[in-house]
């Protein structure tokens, strides 16, 4: 009775689900060709399951994974230090949302149409859409390694000083994050199965690491333990990169390089007088 209020009471629920109802309507009146009817094909049925078993399998650990710091974190620090570290995560959350976009807007449908087209040409266009992402990560991690606190420190009072600690630990994902593209190269083979198992590592390591981390290092020690969770899975991606015909060591440690400039960048910045807030 109350979602029936709250529904009618409301325009915008009301138009959304006019708009869907809309759109079906039109999907079936209005597109040439055959209409859509049921239909079962054993066949097609079999290659689905086998392609997305493994995807909905990785929604445990992928939850865990992402979910796991700050399940783990607020065992071990007050709401005040969480609070903090939330900040961090979330400045570094910007610039690792681009990477995803790039990958998965950019890359999944490029090595989609290789892998059906040309998949002679699959590793070139792997290798030739690595490049930029590289760059781009391996440049953010440095510049937020040496520039995390002076960054805070122009957007936060003394009070949030940690956050840039936590900042230029957690920088240290971004060499981690730029692999990303590596799981479109599986899902666009159909080897979902091997994206599963990263997830499961990822998510076993951080549920080790964090514990761990606190108790040898503290707070800090915490953090660093949600990085060696990402950085963790870079052994396996290399590994599976180096059986396809794909890793290229030099592009590899060529990239690496960009690392120290940006981070003598970043060190460089300068630091805002941290008053203290009210």
Known sequence: LEFRRV?????????????SLIRVLMSHTTLPGPADRMGWDPQMAREVWGFSKWVMASGLPTFLFREGDRLLLAMFLSPSVLGVYM??????????AVNDKLAA?????????????SPEALAVAYRRLRRPIDVFCVGWAGLLMGGGPAIVSWLYDARYQLAGTALQVLALNL??????????????EGETRLVFFRSLLRAGVLYLAVPIGHALGGTVGAILGVSMAYLAVIPLVLHLQAKRGLLDW???????????PASLIGWCLPMRHLAVGP
């Open 87 to 96: 900040i961090a995560v979330l400045m570094l959350g910007a610039v690792q």
């Open 7 to 19: 529904l009618f009471r409301s325009v915008l629920p009301l138009s959304w689900v006019a708009l």
């Open 105 to 117: 807007i950019v890359g999944l449908p490029a090595l989609a149409e290789k892998a059906r087209e």
């Open 175 to 188: 060499l981690a994050v730029r692999h990303t593209l590596f799981d479109q190269y599986l899902l666009a």
């Open 250 to 260: 030099r592009q590899e440690l060529r990239t690496l390089t960009l690392l120290a």
